[in-house]
Structures are given as C-alpha cells and as structure tokens.
C-alpha cells in the first residue's frame, strides 16, 4: 500500500490533467435529452392565496408539467402514481402548486409538524431553483404534507447547506386523491441576473410508504443544479427596493454558580439589515449580534490528538456561504464514495487548511463566547464573478483587545464548467497577532463524462503570520473525483501543508504533513421487487507523512459493503487496517478525580478494527440505528457501541435517544467513555414547537441542558425562550452541581421593503 501511495504522488499532477482534457473531448460528444426539457411560465397580475387548495382560476392559467420520472427503484420507469406541477409568477414573487396522486391516501407520511426540521420520515415535495443557470449553486426548497416548510443551498453542486433560512410561503392538505401544495417564493429571496429569462428548475417528490423517488429530471440518479431543466419567459421580476431590516431584542439573565458565583440581567437590542444592491449582489449589516437562539452543538467527545470540527449554525455567516467556499476542502465529494460510514479519513483531517472558518469568530481559543459588535459582508454575482467580503469587529476576551477580521472572495466563472478563484483573509480572533493568508483555487467539472461525471480541483494558499517564519508558511493540493450515485465512483485527494501554514481565520488539524486520500467504489443497484434496492463495494485509504523527511504518521486502509433495501434501511460493514507513529506522547485521557493521566507512549502501532452497523427507515414510528465496532487499539483493545432510537408517535411529538460506549483497555491503562443525549420536541402547531436536548459525557462530567421554546407566526418573524442549563459531578458520585444558568428571550420581525 505505501508503494501505491508513492505511485499516486509521482502522477498525480498528470492523472488531474489529462482527466481534464479527456474530460472535455467527451463533452462534445456527449448529450443527455433531459437537458433539453424546459417551458415558459406565465406572468399573472393577480395571485392565488396560499391555503393548499388549487381551486384558483391562476392555477388554471399556470404552466402544467405531468412528464415526471422514476429516481428509485428504477430510473426513468414510469412512477406508480401521478404527479402533476403548476408553475406561474407575478412580479414579485414565483408560485408553484402541486397535486401528487396517491390511491390509498392512508399511506401519505405526515410525521413532522416543526418548521425547518427535516423530513427524513415524510412524503416530501421539493423545488429546486437555479436562477443563475450556471448547473453549479442554487436553492432546495421542501414541503411535506402538513404544509411545513425546509429550505437550504446549493454549495458544490450537490451539498446542500440546511442551516440556511429563507423566508417564503407554502401550504399543504390531504384529500381523498392524495395531497395538494401550493408554495409562494418571493424574488426578495432570491439572487438572480435581471437580464436572463431563463433559470434551472427541478422538482423532485419522495413517497415514503413505497420507498419511491419521483423527479421531472434526473440523471445517474442524482438531482441538483447540474441535473436540471429551463423555466423561460421570467420578465419584470421585482425585489422592491430589496430591503431588509431586522430588528431584534434579547432580554437575558445569566449565573454563573461556584465560590465567586455571579448573576446578571442584560436588555440587548441588536439590529441586522439586508440590501440588494442588485438583485445578484447581497449587503448584510449586523450590529450588536446575539447569537443565544443559535441551536447547540451536538457534543464531541475528543479520543484524537488533533483538533474537532463543529459546522457553522449562525445565520449571519450561512447567508451566501457558498461563496466562501475554497478549494473543495471538505466539500462531500472529496470525502468519500457514497454510503454510510467512511473511516479512512476523519471528518477535520478533511477541513484541514480551510482559510476561512467562520466558526473562529466570536469564540475564543478556550471555546469562549466573545461578542460581535458589528459585522457587514457584500456577497453574490457580478456579470461572470462571484464575490465576496466579510468584516467583522470583534470584542475584547481576556488576553486579546478587540479585533477586525476580513474576508475576501473572489471568483471567475471561465464557461459553464470552470472556476478560477481567490481568496484573502486579515485579522487574528483569537491573538493580538497580525495574520494575513492569500489563496486562488481552480476547479473544472463535466457532468457528461461518459456518461458520468468527473470534477477535478486545484488549490493554493500562503500565510504571513506575526512570530512565525515567512518560509514554510504555505498549503497546497490537488484532486479528482467521481461523484456518481451509481456504477463506478471515487476519489484521489492530494494536500500539503507546510510547517508554518497559520490560517488564523481558518481552521487548522496539523501542520508540517501531506497527506493521500483514496477511495473507490462500485454501488450495483438490484431489480425491483426484492429486499435490496443497490449494493455498494468499496475501498479507500489515508496516509499522512511528514514533509522534513516523509515518515508515516498515519496509515488507514478500509473495506466496506453497504446494502440498500427497499424499505430505506441500510445495513453496512467494514474493516479498517490502521497504522499510527507517534513522535510525541499522546495522552488519551485526564481523569478529573485525580487519578493520573493515560498516555500512550511514543512508538510504533498497528491495529486492525470490524464494523457493523445498520440503520432503519425514518418513516416508521420507531427507527433507529445501531453500530458495533471491536478489535485491536494501539497496544491494547477497543470496543465501541453507539445507537439511538427514534420515536414518533404522530406529527406533535418526538423523542430520540442515543447512547455511546466506548471500552478501551490499555497496557498503560483503561477507561470506559459513556456519552448520551436525550432531545424531545413537542410541536404544539406548525408556528410553536418546544425543543429539549439533554447531553451528558463521563469524561468531562458535564450535563447540559437546553430547553428552546421557538414560535414563527410567520415567515421572517420569530421569538424564542432558550434555557442553557450546565452541571458537573466533580466527585464521580452522581450528585450533579450547577455551573451556569443562562435564561434568553429574544424575538425578532423583519420589515422588507
């Protein structure tokens, strides 16, 4: 395997170029009649209410398409019931309105009644839009059968950011014949080109009772931006003066528990303002950000030796985060072939060298909150540029004055496949020390590559960093992917960095390493009828070296099989061959009653690892899945089990468990790590909903409690009561302490003009 991955280092630069060039020789020759499907909708001067009924003369005057198609179980075949879309637009907003057949009505899966929860249980409808029509970015905007509302964006193509928020309308009912929507999209919403008539369009429906996906277009499988028709004739669209302000008030009280406990009451007033200076280019204002609604992290329990990942859930930084993009650097497509589990490579050693990390602002290096006075960001499309700018004045912490931070993002769409960027951050969150990285990436991807699709990647940044050496201070990488739902998919992903790479702004895993990730694939898909809807095989490997003298630092090789049923269950397994150096003892855990640590000394270690898992269909009442993984472990042993269960009695309530064990014994030592979390929602109607989350970990001893009583009247209109609720058992004796108590209020409204 070392011998393969010094191969793969000798041509990788001639591997990307000419999958590059055959990539676009096949495209001429390439065609996909699906490509060709499009239609004009009309321009209406009145529109229909939104109340899920299409008894409305505008419906009448709508465009109809009924030609939709199999996704799943087989692509292309004709869907066991009908589905029929209307679509028309006024001047300022698009309306599209659906009936989906359905015979025996009883079988419709109406679970979820929270705005914004995912509908991994129910019968969906989805829109997707690209108003651009440049195949790449673009909106995903969901409802399922009770009227409620999931939306994201488009990033990478097919990665789809949820923690984006648009605001918009839909309504939904079920009748004797199936059920019927209607959705009200406002061009306030939305970033377009004035001067094109033409956007992509899609529309995708997933009935849950047969396991049935049901798409106008798809290909390979897949749908998203680049698997889309042309909606014409869109003339006169209107965004007002594309004016949004967003006051908000935060009333708090927070306690801080303990010998020098303290209490405080804070009356916060904060203010956000979006503007359109074009219908393509987007202006946001913050000032006096509070971030208290912000949902929680799910808790990480850290058995590395290098940095967590957590996403970014505040919407401030998810508007247009597309943009920031860089690289490809831990975009989906590069992480694995399609399935579940996929070991080879962690989840931060893929965002290692990420320039720009939004989540370092507003906290500090202790994992601190620190205040956002002000933000202001200028982010969308200029003719064939999408841009971006992010400044942010963050406030004093302990050991740090206040500090600017900037962002600059700039890229050249060079035809419909190409992109060449830049990308420029100043400023440090977390020291006094001046920090600057400059970067340019350059991506191509051909959707018609035989018939598949193929995407290659390029990428360069450099830092200058206050008390670092301006030498060795760059990160550098290059890859290919296959992102194919079927047949043949896979990836070779190549990235340095170099001892002194310092991304304040970004987020770093280690440093002085390069490091070769591959993986390969082949996903058979079965005839209807049968148990198994498609099987996946596949194949991947990690090797991390040092870049002074090319030692291993780490070696991971993988096998897996993932089998699909019919019933949306997925039943999977793995071996996983690691091989891990360390030159440096790694202390793998602290206990907190004074025992001493457990430190795994430095060394050579090889160990080999099974995995078994199996995850069951959301749709149900109860769902749920299980993992069990055992073997060797350094010089010792380690089993983990992780599961949850998911109960959804009806549409108003939820409740999921999940339970995590992890038994490692050491010759150094042993340890058992129990984590679990416990969350509730209760949704009293499809405006008011009461969320519960209770986390809770042996290692830190810390219980968490956030209880979230979230009421949308309206869309664009919202209040919240959140509690956050810490405890420690600093004894190990089950009698829990109280560390912080913080109690928010805080609604906000927005006014569009």
Known sequence: MICAFDSFSRFRIAVLLLATVFGGQALAQATNGDATKQFNAPHLASAASIDGKLDEAEWQQAALLEDFRQIFPVEYAEPSQPTEVRVYYTDDALYVAARLHESNPSVIAARVLRQGQAFGSDDVFALILDPYLDRRNGYRFEVNPNGVRWDGLFQNINEVEANWEGIWESAAQIDEGGWTLEMKIPFQTLSFNPDSANWGINFVRIRRGSNENIAWISRNREVNPSVAGTMGGLNGLKQGIGLDVVPSFTLRQQRIFGPIGSSDINYEPQLDMFYKITPQ?????????????????????????????????????????????????????????????????????????????????????TGQPVDINAGAKISGRVGRWNVGSLVINQGEQPGVDAQNIFVGRAVYNLGARTQ?????????????????????????????????????????????????????????????????????????????????????????????????????????????????????????????????????????????????????????????????????????????????PIVIPVGEYSFSELFFGSQMGTQRKWSGNFFLQGGEYYDGDHFQYRGNVTWRPNRNFSADFSYTVDDIELPYGSFMLRQFGFTTVYSFSATLSWTNLIQYDNISENLGINSRLHWIPKAGQQAFIVLNWGLIDPDKDNSFDSTLADLSLKFNYTFRF
Do not use: C
């Open 420 to 596: 060449i960027g830049a990308i420029v951050t100043d400023g440090n969150p977390q020291s006094n020390l001046d920090n600057t990285l400059i970067g340019t990436d350059l991506r191509y991807r051909n959707t018609n590559f035989l018939a598949n699709t193929v995407e290659t990647v390029a990428f360069y940044e450099q830092t200058d960093s206050e008390g670092k050496r301006n030498t060795d201070n760059a990160a550098y990488g290059m890859g290919l992917v296959l992102p194919n739902a079927q047949r043949w998919q896979g990836l070779y992903y190549y990235k340095r960095v170099e001892d002194n790479f310092n991304p304040a702004a970004g987020y770093i895993n280690r440093t002085g390493i390069e490091d070769h990730h591959l993986n390969f694939g082949y996903r058979d898909f079965m005839q209807p009828g049968g148990y198994f809807r498609s099987v996946l095989y596949a194949a991947e490997a990690y090797r991390a070296e040092t870049l002074n003298d090319g030692k291993l630092l780490t070696e991971t090789m993988g096998l897996r099989v993932s089998s699909f049923t019919n019933t949306n269950d997925t039943w999977f397994s793995r071996y996983i061959y690691t091989k891990e150096v360390l030159s440096l003892p790694f202390t793998i855990y602290r206990p907190t009653d004074g025992r001493p």
């Open 281 to 365: 280019l987007n202006a946001s204002l913050t000032i006096n950000t509070d971030f208290s609604a912000t949902e929680v992290d799910d808790r990480q329990v850290n058995l590395t030796r290098f940095n967590l990942f957590f996403p970014e859930k505040r919407d401030f930084f998810l508007r247009d985060v597309d943009i920031f993009e860089f690289g490809q650097i831990g975009a989906g497509g590069f992480n694995s072939v399609s399935g579940t589990g996929s070991p080879a490579a962690s989840n931060p050693a893929k965002q290692n060298a990420r320039p720009f990390f939004s989540r370092k602002i507003g906290l500090s290096a």
